[in-house]
């Protein structure tokens, strides 16, 4: 059976564990989380790439990894993998499932007390034997118990971040269109289609007049580990990742209906059909059919069900039921920001800190994307797995960036940093560092796990610093890795809107924080939004429209979004609030 993207991605992701818990050098550490993140986000099947001889194409992936990517879809097993077993159990790398176990807390637990699992964790946990461990202390060892529960929580919700079920999907997709004949129209449905950021099973639906080519097509696909069921018109299968994909092939006739159904949260739906009930139809899969006579009124387009029922169409994303359809109705559905309306990029890294790409490389390709201003914003000092820089780093950057900018004069390019807030609650820079900077990017990285009284004063701490102009991913989530810290986040939106303090939503596909709820609020409060991918090389650029589809979620036009606007204005924006919040302190 051929290897999925997401197996792939996880033997190289399994292989940066285990060098973590080695404690190999950070950058060999590093490859393989990117060439990881790169193999899971995808958009082809990793066997044609292979087959094409085109695996040193994939961004992250050189000769070193292709050569361990080839032995791998070759033979099913790698060698290096193996000899990495014999060094580190494999059931050791389970321990950093636990939420907040890193790779020096499992490897304690491993060399000390001999635990290879989750299940011996707790039984040590609750036998108080892992206090004793130097670094752990009975709050660890608590902490530690409750996270097990998480663990156990979100493995049985089933759920799956949206960075690895889309490109799963959009693969999966794009291989049934190239094998099966007669497919006048397909897409994608679901929460997928809605841009959740988790996903419970895949949706794919099809137009045809011939489902019987189209359903054969599908089960011979590469991805497919399982067929669970196959009929006419639907076929289950589950992939090697365990996803379960459900096909639906109908009519050409009655696609708007059914792309309408099974695209729509349950909610939304039960509204939309109460709706058609009171305009006398019946509103289901197949058709609008009348309550009175039983007359089927087909709908080859989405827009075809909305219009019938006296409603703009509603975008995807937002029908979610919570107000869209009265909105609608009331014709105050917002104009939602769009990947054409993003002017730049305000939260990236080079080689000065975590970055795989010099300076001039982000900004060629900040360049070839149409960006009109570019930010350099590498990591503070303190944040030591990253090489943070030191203030004579920051101005050596400077120095080299005033030659870039010379090869850029029509983009704006603009100097910052990723500066931490620290445990106790100050910045990692000193105020006159940060005065010389264009923009200031505040993040939380360490110590997630404080109470939340305390967390939430950090984070309220770097908004009322009058240099600070964004606060990156507010809550500190992981999707599927780590759960969102305690910080209030209300509290945080509220100051925000006071200080004009920028909020960011980060793009990457396992943050995407704020998460759409929040961002929604801050929308109604006044409080700009940033939509960043925080690259550390060109290839993460491409998520900007995961960062696009929150803001989407939360009824954000252009003008909520900072980086939509001209570059004169947003300069202009940071000076003066920059400026009345000096004037306030």
């Known amino acids: 059976m051929a290897m999925t993207n997401q197996q792939v991605a996880g033997v190289l992701d399994e292989i940066g564990d285990i060098l ?70 494999p059931g050791v790398v389970s321990l950093l499932q636990i ?106 639906l099809v137009a045809s007049t011939a489902p019987e080519p189209v359903m054969a097509a599908f089960r011979s696909l590469p991805q497919v580990a399982e067929v669970l069921l196959s009929g006419p018109t639907k076929t289950s299968i589950r992939l090697g990742s365990g996803l379960q994909v459900d096909l639906r092939v109908l009519e050409p006739a009655r696609w708007g209906t059914a792309l309408q159904y099974f695209t729509g949260s349950q909610q939304h739906n039960i509204e939309l059909r109460e709706l058609a009930l009171r305009q006398g139809w019946s509103l289901n899969e197949y058709a609008l059919s009348s309550t009175k006579s039983g007359e089927e009124r087909l709908c080859a387009n989405e827009e075809d069900v909305y219009s019938a029922l006296g409603l703009p169409w509603i975008p995807p994303e937002l029908r979610e039921g919570r107000g869209e359809i009265a909105a609608a109705r009331q014709k105050k559905l917002p104009a939602l920001v769009t990947l054409a309306d993003i002017k730049g990029e305000l939260h990236a890294h080079s080689t000065y800190s975590d970055g795989r790409n010099s300076l001039a490389e982000m900004a060629a390709a900040a360049r070839a994307r149409g960006y009109r201003y570019f930010a350099f914003t590498d990591h503070s000092q303190s944040l030591g797995v990253t090489g943070g820089m ?22 704006l390019i603009l100097q910052g940093a990723e500066v931490e807030v620290r445990a106790g609650g100050t910045l990692d820079y000193p105020d006159e560092l940060l005065a010389e900077m ?108 995961y960062g696009v589809e929150v803001a989407r979620r939360a009824w954000a036009g252009a003008g909520n979004v900072f980086n939509t606007w001209e570059p004169e204005r947003l300069l202009e924006y940071l000076r003066r609030r920059g400026k009345a919040q000096a004037d306030q302190g």
């Open 20 to 89: 973590e818990i080695q404690g190999e050098n950070r950058f060999r550490v590093v490859s393989y989380r990117r060439g990881a993140e790169s193999v899971r986000s995808l958009q082809r099947d990793i066997n044609q790439v292979w087959q094409a001889g085109e695996l040193e194409t994939i961004p992250g992936v050189g000769e070193a990894l292709s050569k361990k990517i080839d032995e791998l879809l070759r033979t099913g097993q790698l060698g290096y993998l193996e000899k990495l077993h014999e060094q580190v159990p």
């Open 99 to 204: 939420p907040e176990v890193g790779p020096s807390k499992a490897r304690a637990m491993w060399e000390r007390l001999g635990i290879t699992s989750v299940e011996e964790a707790e039984e040590a946990a609750r036998a108080g034997r892992l206090h004793e461990l130097p670094g752990f202390g009975a709050k660890t060892e608590a902490k530690i118990l409750a996270n097990i529960e998480t663990l156990r929580r979100r493995q049985k919700s089933g759920r799956t971040p949206i960075g690895e079920a889309l490109p799963a999907a959009r693969a999966l997709l794009a291989g049934l269109q190239a094998a099966a004949p007669g497919i006048e129209r397909a897409a994608l449905a679901g929460s997928l289609r809605r841009w959740r950021d988790t996903i419970g099973d895949l949706d794919l």
């Open 390 to 411: 030191s203030p004579d780093d920051w101005r050596a950057q400077r120095d080299e960036l005033a030659k870039v900018r010379a090869d850029f004069p029509d983009m």
């Open 438 to 545: 264009d923009v200031v990017v505040a993040a939380v990285h360490v110590s997630h796990r404080q109470p939340r009284e305390q967390i939430t004063q950090r984070a309220l701490n770097a908004l009322r610093n009058p240099h600070v102009d964004v606060l990156a991913h507010p809550s500190g989530r992981l999707l599927g890795r780590r759960e969102p810290s305690e910080v209030d986040l209300d509290r945080v939106i509220e100051v925000a809107a006071e200080t004009g303090t920028v909020l960011e939503i980060n793009a990457h596909p396992v943050r995407l924080d704020l998460d759409d709820v929040h961002a929604r609020r801050a929308v109604e409060l006044g409080v700009p939004l940033v939509i960043n991918t925080d690259s550390h090389s060109p290839a993460d650029m491409e998520y900007l429209e």
